[in-house]
């Protein structure tokens, strides 16, 4: 019989989640064992990393784009009126006032 444990011992051979993520520094020497990794996810002060990471509640994957990134390539429908038809215009386009109006404010978990 075979017994599967998800979310058990880390692999020690695993890349560190630092590598793609959005709040870390990664500065490497040429030997193998060079290597400074900071932490900007805090707010209030940058943090020295000095093992592997392999689970963080400030993760976000820079291989992924950010909500601002999305909304920089997005198509946005202006309504019409009587001088233009409505229309899809690149938000890159639009007036900074005009991008405003199109921004949902992000929240964060426990916001009320």
Same mark, same amino acid.
């Given at each position: =019989? !075979? $017994?599967?444990? !998800? *979310?058990?011992?880390? +692999?020690?051979?695993?890349?560190?989640? #630092? %590598?793609? #993520?959005?709040?870390? !520094? $990664?500065?490497?020497?040429?030997? $193998?064992?060079?290597? /400074?990794?900071?932490?900007?996810?805090? %707010?209030?002060?940058?943090? %020295?990393? *000095?093992?592997?990471?392999?689970?963080?509640?400030? &993760?976000?994957?820079?291989?992924?784009?950010? &909500? /601002?990134? /999305? =909304?920089?390539?997005?198509? $946005?429908?202006?309504?019409?009126?009587?001088?233009? @038809?409505?229309?899809?215009? +690149?938000?890159?386009?639009?007036?900074?006032?005009?991008?405003? +109006?199109?921004?949902?404010?992000?929240? +964060? @978990?426990?916001?009320?």
């Amino acid at each position: =019989m !075979r $017994i599967n444990v !998800r *979310g058990g011992t880390a +692999r020690n051979d695993a890349d560190t989640l #630092c %590598q793609t #993520c959005r709040h870390s !520094r $990664i500065t490497r020497g040429r030997k $193998i064992d060079e290597e /400074l990794v900071f932490c900007d996810a805090s %707010q209030s002060a940058t943090v %020295q990393i *000095g093992f592997k990471v392999t689970s963080c509640s400030d &993760y976000a994957d820079r291989r992924t784009p950010s &909500y /601002l990134e /999305l =909304m920089h390539q997005a198509w $946005i429908l202006q309504p019409g009126s009587p001088k233009r @038809p409505a229309a899809f215009v +690149r938000a890159t386009d639009l007036q900074e006032g005009e991008i405003t +109006r199109h921004l949902i404010p992000v929240r +964060r @978990p426990g916001d009320v």
